[in-house]
Nanobody, 128 residues
Framework: QVQLVESGGGSVQAGGSLRLSCAVS???????MGWFRQAPGKEREGISVLGTDGATTYSDSVRGRFTISRDTGKNALYLQMNSLKPEDTAMYYC???????????????????????WGQGTQVIVSA
C-alpha cells in the first residue's frame, strides 16, 4: 500500500509563503499527483495536479500563486504557496490518483474517489 506523508504546514501572515512537501513511499510514475485542501465547514477542493506527462492544472483559487512540482528521484511532491491569503487556511492533503481517472480535471474533482490515495494532511493557517 502506497503511503503519503505531508509536511511543511504552519502559521503564516497574509502575503507570506510556505512550501509543502509530500513523501511518497514508492515510485509513483504513471499516476496523477496533486494537492487538495479542506477548510473548516467546507468540502474538499482539488487545487493542483501533475499529470503523468508532467503537465499541470490549477484551480482558479490558487492559479498564479501556487506551484506544484516533483522530484521523482526522491519520490517527493511539493507545493510552493506564495501570496497566501486568510482564505487559504485549510488542511492540505497530498493525493495520488490512478490513471483510470483519465484527465487532470477529473483528478481535481475526484475527492472521495476509490481511485485515489490520500495522506493524513498538514495544517496551514494564514492570519490577516
Amino acid at each position: 500500500q502506497v503511503q503519503l506523508v505531508e509536511s511543511g504546514g504552519g502559521s503564516v501572515q497574509a502575503g507570506g509563503s510556505l512550501r509543502l512537501s509530500c513523501a511518497v513511499s514508492t515510485y509513483y510514475g504513471g499516476y496523477f499527483m496533486g494537492w487538495f485542501r479542506q477548510a473548516p465547514g467546507k468540502e474538499r477542493e482539488g487545487i493542483s495536479v501533475l499529470g503523468t506527462d508532467g503537465a499541470t492544472t490549477y484551480s482558479d483559487s490558487v492559479r498564479g500563486r501556487f506551484t506544484i512540482s516533483r522530484d521523482t528521484g526522491k519520490n517527493a511532491l511539493y507545493l510552493q504557496m506564495n501570496s497566501l491569503k486568510p482564505e487559504d487556511t485549510a488542511m492540505y492533503y497530498c493525493v495520488l490518483g490512478s490513471r483510470a481517472l483519465g484527465t487532470r480535471w477529473n483528478f481535481l474533482n475526484s475527492a472521495g474517489s476509490k481511485f485515489t490515495i490520500w495522506g493524513q494532511g498538514t495544517q496551514v493557517i494564514v492570519s490577516a
